[in-house]
């Protein structure tokens, strides 16, 4: 877990799920952008049990099988990286609940969400999108979404696209701007 000191009133909540480390790079890289506007936590998906109230939630997955992962998809992961050729190391708890699991039974924020995930560098029609499946989810539990959901890719090795790092702080940025906005319209 990663806290940073509040520079703000308001507060944010990052919770990811992770295989290969490319969506957990990217929660951590959201967390930089947003450090300026809001006090940040990022806090992997095996430790988010129940969450104090945030004024931002934004929830992270990688993107398998064209959505969220599955106990099946977590198992394949580790197959993966069991191939004598594979450079792929798994991420400590990569075979417990994911975010599916976790926004089931999950308390919603009393305020915003954003979701985003990680997926092949490839149109979305052939990859699909596990943030979809978080909006989605988020949406009929009757959270209000801060900002469209993003997606941030990875190649054919699971590693990041040059420049996926900068977008998304770049895109916590934008998000902590909107909390402050909201924050400023609430008060």
């Not at 539990?141 to 699971?158: E, T």
């Amino acid at each position: 877990m990663t806290t940073n000191e509040p520079s703000t009133r308001v507060t944010a909540t990052i919770v990811f799920e992770s295989m290969f480390g490319a969506t957990r790079r990217i929660a951590e890289a959201i967390g930089a952008g947003l450090r300026s506007a809001a006090h940040v936590e990022v806090v992997p998906v095996h430790d988010a049990g129940g969450l104090a109230s945030a004024d931002l939630l934004i929830v992270g997955a990688p993107t398998h099988a064209h959505g969220l992962s599955r106990p099946q998809t977590r198992a394949d992961a580790a197959n993966w990286v069991a191939r004598a050729a594979s450079h792929l190391h798994l991420e400590p708890y990569y075979d417990g609940d994911g975010v599916r699991e976790w926004l089931a039974a999950a308390p919603l924020p009393a305020r915003g969400f954003a979701a985003y995930d990680t997926r092949a560098d490839m149109p979305r029609i052939f990859s699909g999108s596990a943030a979809a499946g978080i909006d989605k989810r988020l949406r009929k539990r009757g959270a209000v979404p801060l900002a469209d959901y993003r997606s941030f890719l990875v190649d054919k090795d699971s590693a990041l696209v040059a420049g996926q790092v900068e977008e998304a702080e770049q895109w916590g940025r934008l998000l902590g701007a909107r909390l402050l906005e909201s924050a400023d319209t609430r008060a």
